[in-house]
């Protein structure tokens, strides 16, 4: 796999927010259910996660900065570091051993002793920590067992169910129907990665799913993050003279005094009436009032118009 960096073209200084920006927008162009004809773009696709799968983590992005994981997030044997590269010219460890004629196997001819105690007799416990930790390295990484392939599917859902936190059941390209809780916070386009639940074969472990989340248009509200925005029509006695009136929320609906003589295009919030959020809140409900006139002309009202019409034209 090529340097995360490169995937995602982002500086290695750059910061959390934009490598998360920079994943979201290739994550919406190479996503394969807005790439159907091109079947290129789900090997795409899957690179750009893995690439966030290491960027993305704060740890991960350390150890790959450090050179101590590969572009794939498997560990990396450090070899002789310190000591010049090792012997054997470039790639030490077992194959520096090689280059002295050892070829990994006890040495003859150094008191009846191993490669590796011959070694440490010249370079002492650097050595042995050295060659402890390339070959817990090595045996880790061979010990790590083959992935399947990701699969991407979609979820639409309703604020409403996103209010509720619901189950949604998903039906997946491997064919398999999976019952889903909306996580908290979410938003549109997110993409969550379900471990496991991807392609697999005897042997081989299965890939992940690659699940984006769609938020349906709503008739009355729109989001604004973990906020929602809506508009209430009021009668004309309502915004003069003031009073209760009711307000529809994605939990039912609740009442809100409207005080006297209010504008149109006046926004009241409505505290924990909006979206939940990651961390246990509610957004907030914003409802801007637009005066409704009456469908029948009231003389009254067309009086008070023309009078007050002609006291600024005087």
């Known amino acids: 796999m090529r340097n995360p960096y490169d995937v995602l073209g982002v500086s290695r200084s750059a910061s959390e927010a934009e490598i998360k920006k920079a994943f979201r927008k290739l994550a919406k162009t190479y996503h394969p259910d807005s790439n159907k004809n091109d079947p290129k773009t789900k090997d795409k696709f899957a690179e750009i996660n893995a690439a966030y799968e290491i960027l993305g983590d704060a740890d991960k992005r350390g150890q790959f900065d450090r050179g101590e994981i ?7 044997f450090q070899g002789f570091e310190g000591f010049g590269g090792g012997f054997g010219g470039r790639g030490a460890g077992a194959q520096g051993y090689e280059g002295f004629g050892f070829g990994g196997r006890r040495a003859r001819g150094f008191s009846g002793g191993d490669t590796n105690d011959f070694f440490s007799e010249l370079f002492g416990e650097a050595f042995r920590s050295a ?14 067992p083959q992935k399947g392939e990701d699969v991407a599917a979609t979820l639409t859902v309703t604020l409403e169910e996103v209010a509720a936190e619901a189950k949604k059941r998903v039906r997946l390209p491997t064919g398999r129907d999976l019952d889903v809780v ?4 979410v938003s549109d386009g997110q993409v969550i990665r379900l471990r496991g639940q991807g392609q697999g074969a005897p042997g081989v472990d299965p890939g992940d799913a690659l699940l984006t989340i769609r938020i349906a248009p709503h008739e009355r509200f729109t989001m604004e993050g973990a906020n929602l925005r809506s508009r209430l029509p009021i009668q004309i006695e309502e915004a003069i003279l003031g009073g209760s009136v009711r307000i529809p929320t994605l939990t039912g609906a609740v009442s809100m005094n409207i005080p006297p003589m209010t504008d149109s295009g006046r926004t009241f919030r409505l505290r924990g009436k909006g979206l939940p959020m990651k961390g246990g809140d509610f957004g907030d409900l914003l409802v801007t ?3 409704k006139l009456p469908q029948i002309v009231d003389e009254s009202l067309m009086d008070y118009a023309r009078k007050q019409r002609s006291a600024k034209a005087e």
């Open 131 to 144: 060659g402890a930790e390339g070959m817990r390295q090595r045996q880790q990484s061979r010990a790590q």
């Open 70 to 76: 590969d572009a794939e997030g498997k560990p990396r």
């Open 289 to 291: 009032v637009e005066i």
């Open 182 to 185: 909306i996580p908290k916070g």
